[in-house]
């Protein structure tokens, strides 16, 4: 239902970094920096929709795009789904939620983390919903509600709360015995409703620990019902839980990192999902361009320390790529790369802003200032994933698409072509479709979002 409380707080940037609409004929702007992340977003539609094909009838998948959507950008991948037919987000923070209210998002949002007391309001004049796992937490977010001006006439509203259940992940919620005194709290205020009922599996593919979760899930509800409450959405499952076939869907599944074409690290995948599991197909590809190609002689030491010396004569090209963009130091002299398909040893320590890649050996001429190279993506039938740059940096794929700079600029692709590019900043002349400013502008001026009461 559409809400009558409207948002109240000064109009502020749309979004940190400027989103800009491919013009008619497909051009953008020049790329500030020749090292940029490309993103499908038809990719990120079909495997949204692969992993909804897994779901009992009913069961609504809720993408999860906090941490700017897991470096692929928080605003544009919101739209596309949204565009293609996703009901609700869910992200992390106050301002990730915020920055998706002020680029013109209406659909339902979900703040999975708790929040800070004092902001309670304006999530209820934004029409946000909250997540609460701490009742102490609660009691001082209620009594920030209490002290709202009275609503004026015909204004309704109640701020939408999920209730987090601590099943066994040791992190947040209340205790499933002490969850029908918690909800009947919230819905004993005026101001607050409980819409959901959650927890967050700890290691989703260990059948036996998942079980425990799930059956203390099932107590929760089951306390709730024998208290004469009705059950509102429940969700414990997200993309490792719906893969490994471990956990209950519920009504609602929260999907992330499948969503973006990678499989949790180290899943074991159930039988019956294995063959949508290797459908998923990754939507963020980083690529750069060489900003100097020169040949090196033997005994020539390559970026600080040195960490590597040249033993021949070594052709290396410097990308614009480092530390600052997301590719991490600990991937120093360990990591490989590809150029006409052909894989490419970094060498050298990684710097805030470079890498240099031994390219003596590729086939075809001498590599150019011209040459593409593909950090991590497919080329020309060879690929390197997200989850491999993970196990040479002795991380998790999680961290290696959260961690994508937001100085790289993410380049959106639709059928092929580009629609859409965000930088870091844009001047008027480069602007072109700039996304923000009316969508914001018209947010701000028209109803309210959905998802209030």
């Known amino acids: 239902m559409t809400s009558t409380i409207r948002a109240t707080a000064p109009h502020v940037s749309a979004m940190r970094l400027p989103l800009i609409d491919a013009a008619p004929d497909g051009t953008l702007p020049p790329l500030p920096k020749s090292a940029w992340l490309e993103i499908d977003l038809d990719a990120l539609k079909a495997n949204v929709r692969l992993m909804r094909g897994l779901l009992p009838p009913g069961v609504r998948v809720e993408p999860v795009v906090k941490a700017d959507a897991y470096g692929h950008g ?212 980083l690529r750069a361009r060489p900003v100097r190609v020169a040949w090196l002689d033997a005994g020539t030491g390559v970026s600080y320390g040195p960490t590597f010396t040249t033993t021949r004569r070594t052709c290396v090209a410097t990308l614009p790529v480092g530390y600052a963009d997301g590719f991490p130091r600990s991937l120093s002299n360990k990591a490989q790369l590809l150029v006409r398909g052909v894989r490419v040893p970094q060498i050298g320590t990684v710097a805030m802003d470079a890498i240099m890649v031994d390219v003596t050996d590729v086939p075809g001429g001498p590599v150019t200032i011209d040459d593409e190279f593909t950090i991590f993506g497919a080329q020309r039938g060879q690929s390197i994933s997200a989850v491999e740059l993970a196990r040479w940096g002795n991380t998790i794929s999680y961290e290696v698409v959260t961690a994508m700079s937001g100085r790289l600029p993410r380049v959106y692709y639709a059928a092929a072509k580009p629609v859409g590019m965000r930088v870091v900043a844009c001047g008027s002349t480069r602007a072109r479709g700039e996304f923000d400013a009316e969508r914001a502008a018209a947010f701000e001026d028209g109803p309210g979002p959905m998802g209030c009461e």
């Open 74 to 285: 928080a605003v544009a991948v919101a739209r596309a789904l949204i565009d293609d037919g996703i009901e609700s987000v869910g992200v992390a923070t106050f301002d990730e939620a915020l920055e998706l209210r002020q680029a013109g998002i209406v659909v339902p949002i979900v703040i999975l983390f708790p929040i800070p007391a004092e902001l309670a309001p304006e999530a209820l004049t934004r029409c946000l919903s909250i997540t609460v796992g701490d009742r102490l937490l609660l009691t001082r977010t209620l009594a920030a509600l209490d002290a709202m001006p009275a609503p004026a006439d015909g204004e309704t509203g109640r701020l939408a709360v999920h209730l987090e259940v601590e099943t066994g992940l040791g992190r947040g919620g209340v205790h499933p015995e002490d969850v029908p005194a918690v909800a009947a709290l919230i819905e004993a205020n005026p101001r607050t409703r409980l819409v959901g009922l959650w927890s967050h599996l700890q290691a989703a593919d260990d059948r036996n620990v998942t079980n425990g979760q799930d059956g203390r899930f099932g107590t929760a509800a089951a306390l709730l019902e024998d208290a004469g409450m009705s059950l509102p959405a429940r969700h414990i499952a997200a993309s490792g839980g719906v893969l490994a076939a471990t956990a209950g869907t519920y009504d609602v599944v929260r999907v992330g990192l499948a969503q973006y074409g990678i499989v949790p690290d180290g899943m074991a995948v159930a039988d019956e999902n294995a063959v949508a599991a290797a459908g998923l197909t990754p939507v963020m590809s």
